[in-house]
């Protein structure tokens, strides 16, 4: 019966409470003594242990609640952990992405830069190129100056003829090729006085030949004018000069005074000297222009030089607007490394150098087309002169002659 009370006594209570209760009874008590009083409920240490079970099982309630609080406290900073690595790795790409997509810019950038960069022979045209405008400006200059001076020559004109230093009239040009362009030793005149051999020769001092060996009839060859790329110096300007006035106006005729062309006759002789007069300063303007196209007329010796590494070309010297045109036309060409550069070219570039060509090939199209139109000049000049000839032949200088 006792049993049962005691079991009934302790049947509402948790299993745990009751199993730690059971220990500390046995723990306090001695087994005579738990025996003895289990059940008696005027025993004090029934309280004693009820107290101490309700202690216990209330520092159990705080531990299971500091448990579970350690366990939330942990499980929150894991969580956290968690977050921030989470935060971390998905910066972390972010910054890779953006990396990579920079480095993707930038290569493209650098692609479409170097796609874009002309050619190293692009870039040596370029700079010809930038000498054609003022090298052109030159040229025009002195056309202009050349034709004045031989129309005026040609046309007898006083301001001209009788100018100090222009040597254009007859004595004045005998002068010089007497001093420039005929060698005594070469035409024949004795310098060695003495030797009998030469008996009957002029002696020197005497002689009127007194140019330099080298330049000995430099005033008809046609390469004085013709071979000049630029005229690097003023005696091969000058010797184009008298090449040039040599084959259209050897000589200076006065013109007639039109005070005293009274008459049809007279009149007529004034026009037909004029007309000569005309076609004469026309050939002497064609052969103008080709002097005046080798007149120095822009600084670019040192690219001059370095696209044409043969002789003959000083890089202090300027750069004529023919030389220039021969060079980007033809000069270039002439260097194996331009055929190399071609193969390393990219599309781009090599576009470039097409369109380059075909600039250059219409700056010598103009003038071709300008040279052309003086050639047609002089063709029309010498047809008229022929025609003028016919109208010489019998019947046709006076037409009735010939009536019957």
Same mark, same amino acid.
Request: aromatic share 8%; proline share 0%.
């Given at each position: 019966m006792k049993a049962k009370l005691c079991r009934a006594s302790v049947s509402g209570m948790p299993v745990a409470v009751v199993g730690i209760a059971a220990t500390l009874l046995t723990t306090l008590l001695s087994p005579a003594q738990a025996h003895a009083h289990a059940c008696d409920r005027t025993d004090n240490d /029934?309280?004693? =242990?009820?107290r101490v079970i309700r202690d216990l099982t209330g520092e159990i309630d705080d531990m299971e609640r500091a448990i579970i609080e350690a366990l939330r406290l942990q499980t929150g900073q894991l969580s956290g952990y968690i =977050?921030?690595?989470?935060?971390?790795?998905?910066? =972390?790409?972010?910054s890779q992405t953006r990396l990579q997509a920079q480095i993707e810019r930038e290569a493209a950038e650098t692609e479409a830069m170097r796609a874009r960069r002309p050619s190293e022979s692009a870039c040596n045209t370029i700079t010809g190129l930038a000498g054609l405008a003022a090298s052109g400006e030159a040229s025009a200059i002195a056309h202009a100056r050349a034709s004045a001076i031989e129309s005026g020559r040609i046309t007898g004109d006083r301001a001209v003829v009788d100018r100090p230093g222009a040597a254009a009239g007859d004595a004045a040009r005998f002068a010089v090729i007497?001093?420039?362009?005929?060698?005594? =030793?070469?035409? $024949?005149e004795d310098t060695r006085a003495g030797d009998p051999a030469l008996s009957g020769r002029s002696v020197p001092g005497t002689s009127v030949c007194r140019g330099e060996d080298a330049l000995h009839g430099a %005033?008809? /060859?046609? $390469?004085?004018?013709? %071979?000049? /790329?630029t005229f690097a110096s003023e005696a091969e300007l000058r010797a184009a000069v008298e090449l040039s006035r040599n084959l259209a106006a050897p000589v200076v005729h006065d013109p007639p005074a039109l005070a005293s062309a009274d008459t049809d006759r007279e009149r007529r002789r004034v026009l037909l000297a004029r007309a000569a007069n005309a076609r004469s300063a026309l050939a002497a303007d064609y052969l103008s222009q080709s002097r005046a196209l080798r007149v120095p007329g822009a600084a670019l010796g040192d690219w001059a030089a370095a696209l044409r590494q043969g002789p003959g070309r000083d890089p202090d010297n300027p750069v004529s607007r023919y030389e220039l045109l021969e060079l980007l036309a033809s000069g270039r060409f002439e260097e194996p490394d331009w055929f190399v550069g071609l193969q390393a070219m990219s599309a781009e570039n090599l576009l470039r150098e097409l369109v380059t060509l075909q600039a250059v090939s219409l700056m010598l %199209?103009?003038? /071709?087309?300008?040279? %052309?139109?003086r050639r047609g000049a002089i063709d029309a000049a010498s047809l008229a002169l022929a025609v003028e000839e016919m109208r010489r032949l019998p019947g046709l200088a006076n037409p009735l002659a010939g009536a019957n």
């Open positions: /029934r309280r004693e =242990a009820s =977050a921030q690595s989470a935060r971390a790795v998905s910066g =972390a790409l972010d007497a001093q420039n362009y005929c060698n005594a =030793a070469r035409a $024949g %005033d008809l /060859r046609a $390469g004085t004018l013709f %071979d000049q /790329r %199209d103009w003038q /071709r087309y300008r040279t %052309d139109e």
